[in-house]
């Protein structure tokens, strides 16, 4: 089955439970001298204690279980991308509050990158749970991560948009396969390596020098197998795409330490 790969542009801020009151102080993650370096906040805060038997429906607060999560924030500095955050090679070395209190945890399993590369998210997730009276949480570690430093259009004129096709992308042949067309719009996916799907930030569509309305409707992957589905405004067949690739790709990892403050009630 195929990973769908989530791209937000915006998150909500977590609330705590018991009716507290989440008033989040974030650290940007220490550039040891790097000012180019991606800044970690703060994002959210969840901390779920549940109180009611185990076959009560609404018993769960979030529908979770017990347990804290802190969503980190990373903000790409000018003129550099985020392509992927590696949650496997990061390593988070410390989570407590301001008790003492080691909380353990794990970083989650699929992090978040924003859709234009200016950044994404990672949640910190532990079923421990603060001392009664703590009223800060700190978390320390690092971040590791693929970034990208600006992008280069590559141009695929006269594709057929027809199921089991093949393109050029540089070096790399892409299938397509999927085609659909209904209420004006033509849809494909395109099937291509995971490791090159990654590097694509954006297509645009054109009929000769004319840019159609099309997008990046959705991601996924399987392994080292990707997908690309892509929604145009278009009767034609045949099309020309050009791909927003990223450049100057480098595997970093950035460390990070931060302190949340919530006023927990009894």
Same mark, same amino acid.
Not at 95 to 113: A, H, R, W
Not at 115 to 129: A, F, H, N, Q
Not at 145 to 158: E, F, Q, W
């Given at each position: 089955?195929?990973?769908?790969?989530?791209?937000?542009?915006?998150?909500?801020? *977590?609330?705590?439970?018991?009716?507290?009151?989440?008033?989040?102080?974030?650290?940007?993650? &220490? *550039?040891?001298?790097?000012?180019?370096? %991606?800044?970690?906040?703060?994002?959210?805060?969840?901390?779920?204690?549940?109180?009611?038997?185990?076959?009560?429906?609404?018993?769960? %607060?979030?529908?979770?279980?017990?347990?804290?999560?802190?969503?980190? +924030?990373? #903000?790409?500095? %000018?003129? /550099?991308?985020?392509?992927?955050?590696?949650?496997?090679?990061? =390593?988070?070395?410390?989570?407590?509050?301001?008790? *003492?209190?080691?909380?353990?945890? #794990?970083?989650?399993?699929?992090?978040?990158?924003?859709?234009?590369?200016? *950044?994404?998210?990672?949640?910190?997730?532990?079923?421990?749970?603060?001392?009664?009276?703590?009223?800060?949480?700190? &978390?320390? $570690?690092?971040?590791?991560?693929?970034?990208?430093?600006?992008?280069?259009?590559? @141009? =695929?004129?006269?594709? /057929?948009?027809?199921?089991?096709?093949?393109?050029?992308?540089?070096?790399?042949? &892409?299938?397509?396969?999927?085609?659909?067309?209904?209420?004006?719009?033509?849809?494909?996916?395109?099937?291509?390596? @995971?490791? =090159?799907?990654?590097?694509? #930030?954006? =297509?645009?569509?054109?009929?000769?020098?004319?840019?159609?309305?099309?997008?990046?409707?959705?991601?996924?992957?399987?392994?080292?197998?990707?997908?690309?589905?892509?929604?145009?405004?278009?009767?034609?067949?045949?099309?020309?795409?050009?791909?927003?690739? +990223?450049?100057?790709?480098?595997?970093?990892?950035?460390?990070?330490?931060?302190?949340?403050?919530? $006023?927990?009630?009894?």
């Amino acid at each position: 089955m195929l990973h769908p790969v989530r791209t937000l542009s915006t998150m909500a801020i *977590g609330t705590c439970v018991f009716g507290a009151m989440l008033h989040a102080q974030a650290r940007p993650a &220490a *550039g040891r001298g790097n000012a180019a370096l %991606p800044t970690v906040t703060v994002g959210g805060i969840q901390i779920v204690k549940i109180v009611t038997t185990s076959n009560e429906t609404f018993g769960k %607060p979030f529908n979770a279980d017990n347990g804290v999560k802190v969503a980190l +924030w990373i #903000k790409m500095a %000018p003129g /550099q991308g985020l392509i992927e955050i590696d949650e496997d090679a990061s =390593v988070l070395e410390a989570f407590t509050d301001d008790k *003492g209190t080691d909380l353990g945890g #794990k970083f989650e399993s699929f992090p978040d990158e924003f859709k234009d590369g200016s *950044g994404g998210t990672l949640e910190i997730e532990t079923s421990g749970m603060p001392a009664t009276g703590a009223s800060r949480l700190n &978390a320390e $570690g690092n971040i590791a991560m693929t970034i990208a430093t600006g992008t280069r259009p590559t @141009r =695929v004129s006269n594709v /057929q948009i027809t199921d089991g096709r093949t393109v050029k992308i540089g070096a790399t042949t &892409a299938t397509l396969a999927e085609v659909s067309a209904e209420d004006g719009n033509v849809t494909f996916t395109l099937k291509l390596p @995971r490791q =090159v799907m990654t590097t694509i #930030k954006d =297509v645009k569509f054109l009929d000769g020098r004319n840019r159609l309305e099309g997008h990046i409707s959705g991601t996924g992957y399987m392994n080292d197998a990707g997908e690309l589905n892509l929604t145009v405004k278009t009767a034609l067949k045949t099309l020309t795409l050009e791909f927003d690739m +990223w450049q100057g790709m480098r595997t970093i990892k950035v460390p990070f330490k931060v302190q949340a403050g919530v $006023g927990l009630g009894s």
